[in-house]
Each structure stands twice: as C-alpha cells, then as structure tokens.
C-alpha cells in the first residue's frame, strides 16, 4: 500500500490552527482577476485575509445570478461560525485560492505550492481544509 498524501491530526480539532485553500479562483475584489484564458491555466494564487469581507471568484462556470454561493466553494463564514463555536481552534490570519484546470502542473507543483506551503508552515497551521472547485 502506498503512501498517504496526509497527516492524521496529532490534536483534537479544537485546537487546531485551520487555514482554508481552494482552487475555486476565489479573490478579494480589488486583486488581480485569475487569468482563465491562459491554456496551460493560472499557477498564481491569492492570499486572502481572515478578516475579508467582500470576496468574488474568477471562474468559467461562476454565475451568481444562478443563486451559487461562495461560501460553498470558500467556506470562509463557515468557518468562523465553527470557531465562535469552539469547533476549530482558530482561524489562520491568512488563507489561500489558485485556479482550477491547470494543465500544466509543474509551475505550480515546482513553485506555488511549495510557496504557500512554506507561508502555511511558517504561521504555524496544523490543518489546511481544502476545497475543489
């Protein structure tokens, strides 16, 4: 058997530092918009603080109109409802977004990742909660 791509938590979940990643091109709204007409797709991300209150998403298929919620795709106010709730410990002061559809992995695999991975590390994170888009 292989490898496990993840770590069990060595705390209960109430003490957990959470930060949150996506790959739903989740932004504030005054970042630079994720580039989804680059073939290879956008190996960029965004640093989203905890404290953001107005959030938008580069997304082919998003369609707020369609009554889609960001929540769902960055559940940000979620999750500070599970940390008033003592749920979670605390939230990071930092979370991060890429773009899905990536079709060219290694920029992001080689760079990117190891960046936000590294910032995780360094902020002291025990739990990042991933969410696809």
């Known amino acids: 058997m292989s490898e496990l791509p993840f770590a069990p938590l060595r705390r209960p979940l109430s003490g ?3 930060a949150l990643v996506t790959t739903g091109g989740v932004h504030l709204p005054d970042q630079p918009r994720f580039d989804i007409d680059d073939p290879l797709g956008d190996c960029s991300y965004r ?9 938008t998403w580069t997304h082919a298929y998003h369609a ?22 003592g749920v979670v410990g605390r ?7 890429f773009m899905g559809a990536i079709h060219d992995p290694v920029p ?13 590390a360094d902020d002291g994170v025990h739990l990042a909660f991933l969410t696809p888009s």
């Open 47 to 55: 640093e989203i603080p905890n404290d953001a209150g107005e959030l």
């Open 16 to 18: 957990c530092k959470v």
């Open 91 to 97: 939230l990071n002061r930092r979370h991060f977004s």
């Open 108 to 120: 992001l695999a080689e760079e990117t990742a190891p960046e936000v991975a590294g910032k995780l």
């Open 64 to 85: 707020p109109e369609r009554g889609e919620d960001l929540d769902g795709v960055f559940p940000l106010w979620t999750f500070r409802g599970l940390e008033r709730k």
